[in-house]
């Protein structure tokens, strides 16, 4: 599972980038940009280490 204090982090960065926005579409970029780049972090976290073969299927545990 992904790092709380990473966790805690990102999210911090994300208020942050978000109280320097001046309009509401700046504010949705910044937020939709941070949101996709922690919603993959924690996808990865949660599936573990990727193959290099993706033709490979992983055993299962």
């Not at 966790?7 to 978000?18: G, H, M, N, T």
């Not at 509401?24 to 073969?53: C, I, M, N, P």
């Amino acid at each position: 599972m992904i790092n709380r204090a990473s966790l805690l982090e990102k999210i911090e960065a994300l208020e942050k980038a978000l109280a320097e926005q001046k309009n509401g579409y700046d504010y949705e970029q910044t937020f939709d940009a941070h949101w996709q780049e922690l919603s993959r972090a924690v996808f990865a976290q949660s599936l573990g280490a990727v193959s290099k073969d993706r033709n490979k299927k992983k055993s299962a545990k």
